[in-house]
């Protein structure tokens, strides 16, 4: 599923709907380029989930675990440095547990679960601003396993 995304806040604003949809043992690989929005969009999530402690860019740390009052834990983890899924399990993440959302996470999460949702975010360069002085995203949801297999929800955001 594409979507258009115009405005940080929109951005946001799709993080806060897909975590209504979230539990725990939930993993969600965001993909783009760096300033396509992956932060602000766990950014919203994790506003969403009411987590304690800001999100911001995990660029100094591989994973950081941000506890809520209720639920599972929101494990928000930096896969730049890591070259396979294997790397990603060494660092012990009780998947099972928490939500957890994976940038750079393409191809990694092939063998930790067996179902997870998929965001590619592509950034134009070089492309219109919308009013906000904003280049708008493209957003491609992609379900994996019979968990995400309707997402029939994201249509009314």
């Known amino acids: 599923m594409r ?6 806040d929109a951005m946001e604003a799709l993080g ?3 975590a209504r949809q979230l ?8 993909n783009g380029e760096l300033g396509a929005g992956k932060t602000t969009f766990t950014r919203g999530l994790g506003a969403e989930l009411g987590v304690r402690g800001a999100v911001t860019s995990p660029t100094f740390v591989l994973a950081r675990t941000h506890p809520r ?11 730049y440095r890591l070259s396979s899924a ?19 996470g393409a191809g990694l999460l092939d063998g930790i679960s067996d179902s997870w949702l998929e965001l590619d975010i592509v950034r134009p360069i070089g492309g ?9 995203r493209e957003v491609t949801v992609t379900g994996h396993g019979s968990r995400w297999a309707d997402l029939g929800w994201l249509l009314g955001r």
């Open 128 to 136: 219109v601003e919308s009013e906000e002085g904003v280049e708008p």
């Open 86 to 104: 294997i790397e990603l399990d060494d660092l012990d993440i009780d998947f099972e547990h928490s939500i957890a959302v994976v940038e750079w």
């Open 23 to 30: 539990r725990a043992g939930d993993l969600i690989a965001l």
């Open 69 to 79: 009052e209720t639920g599972a834990p929101l494990v928000h983890v930096d896969a």
């Open 3 to 8: 979507l258009v995304i115009d405005t940080p």
């Open 16 to 18: 806060a709907l897909i």
